[in-house]
């Protein structure tokens, strides 16, 4: 437990997996702040933990009496509302990830500072390693937050976007000879799916460690449909993926919006001109399944991939910052200003 802020908030640590309760405060406080943000403060994969036995997780939840509550508790005991989150991933890696989110309501009370101070902790106690923590959207507020606690930006995921309607009128590019393209089957491609992930994403720090509790978790989400996720196979061994997903109204703006999830080619596949292919089957999948913009995400650092989607008409339309207290640095590996 974190003493109490001036603000009378308090942070307290649980083990995985939060009680079903607990969780839906969790979710209702996203979506507070992603109303008032415009962007979700945590993103899928801390969603899917919230509930997860075999998380290697812990929650921090940042609790206040409830407005008017100034007079001693009685016998009753005094009811706390949740105005913050943050989740710290302690898995393996040399680092600890987090994620966290105040109320809008609750801002600039010292909440931000009370969760950051108990992930740092936190992750001190897992063989001493260093906090690592992305800010969706890079807001202000999360600069701020970073700034006051000496932490600067170490990494850079753009958000890319493709207008359908101004997708350039070409043919998808072939597929390399004697290679197939069929739907994901449920129950029976996951193992091989996953192996090639692996190694497509071997130098990943996420997608690269995917687990098959990870994957089944997605297929049990609501937005997940096999004919968005395509298999590319020679002679019956896979070879490659492109993963599509389709989010709601409001999360991404007011209408339903594309994603290409992932797109993932085994090593020993690559230079075939099939990540090329795949890309083109998936963005011609969201258009028939009429959808009229495309998001997707890349590595600031991945020069390469960005000038590949900018010549297919994506361009940047949102930034994830993750801070450390490491010297910052550019996405080339330079040192520069944060």
């Given at each position: 437990?974190?003493?109490?802020?001036?603000a009378r908030v308090a942070v307290a640590a649980h083990p995985a997996p939060l009680e079903p309760g607990t969780a839906a405060a969790v979710r209702r406080l996203a979506a507070d702040a992603a109303a008032h943000d415009g962007v979700p403060p945590l993103s899928e994969q801390p969603l899917l933990w919230l509930e997860d036995p075999e998380a290697h997780v812990?929650?921090?939840?940042?609790?206040?009496?409830?407005?008017?509550?100034?007079?001693?508790?009685?016998?009753?005991?005094?009811?706390?509302?949740?105005?913050?989150?943050?989740?710290?991933?302690?898995?393996?890696?040399?680092?600890?990830?987090?994620?966290?989110?105040?109320?809008?309501?609750?801002?600039?009370?010292g909440v931000g500072t009370a969760l950051l101070d108990a992930a740092r902790v936190t992750a001190g106690k897992v063989k001493g390693r260093e906090l690592r923590v992305w800010a969706h959207g890079d807001l202000p507020e999360a600069r701020a937050?970073?700034?006051?606690?000496?932490?600067?930006?170490?990494?850079?995921?753009w958000q890319m976007r493709l207008d359908l309607?101004?997708?350039p009128q070409v043919p998808d590019r072939a597929l390399p000879p004697r290679v197939t393209v069929r739907e994901f089957?449920?129950?029976q491609d996951e193992e091989a799916w996953r192996r090639v992930n692996s190694r497509a994403f071997a130098h990943h720090?996420?997608?690269?460690?995917?687990?098959?509790?990870?994957?089944?978790?997605?297929?049990?989400?609501?937005?997940?449909?096999?004919?968005?996720?395509?298999?590319?196979?020679?002679?019956?061994?896979?070879?490659?993926?492109?993963?599509t997903k389709v989010h709601p109204e409001g999360e991404h703006g007011d209408e339903r919006v594309g994603e290409i999830y992932?797109?993932?080619?085994?090593?020993?596949?690559?230079?075939?001109?099939?990540?090329?292919?795949?890309?083109?089957?998936?963005?011609?999948?969201?258009?028939?399944?009429?959808?009229?913009?495309?998001?997707?995400?890349?590595e600031a650092s991945?020069?390469?991939?960005?000038?590949?989607?900018?010549?297919?008409?994506?361009?940047?339309?949102?930034?994830?910052?993750?801070?450390?207290?490491?010297?910052?640095?550019?996405?080339?590996?330079?040192?520069?200003?944060?």
């Open positions: 437990m974190v003493e109490p802020t001036k812990v929650h921090l939840l940042a609790t206040a009496p409830e407005v008017g509550e100034d007079e001693p508790a009685g016998p009753e005991p005094v009811e706390h509302e949740l105005v913050g989150y943050a989740q710290v991933e302690v898995g393996s890696g040399s680092t600890a990830r987090a994620e966290l989110v105040v109320h809008p309501a609750h801002r600039r009370t937050l970073a700034q006051s606690a000496g932490m600067a930006v170490v990494r850079e995921l309607a101004q997708r089957v449920p129950g720090p996420e997608q690269g460690r995917m687990t098959s509790a990870d994957l089944r978790a997605r297929e049990a989400e609501p937005w997940f449909d096999p004919a968005g996720f395509l298999l590319a196979e020679r002679d019956g061994m896979l070879l490659g993926s492109v993963w992932v797109v993932g080619v085994d090593p020993d596949a690559q230079g075939l001109g099939l990540g090329g292919a795949l890309t083109d089957l998936g963005l011609t999948s969201l258009t028939v399944a009429g959808l009229r913009s495309v998001i997707l995400y890349t991945n020069e390469v991939a960005i000038r590949t989607y900018r010549r297919a008409g994506f361009e940047r339309s949102g930034v994830d910052v993750m801070f450390g207290d490491d010297t910052p640095r550019s996405p080339s590996g330079a040192t520069m200003a944060p």
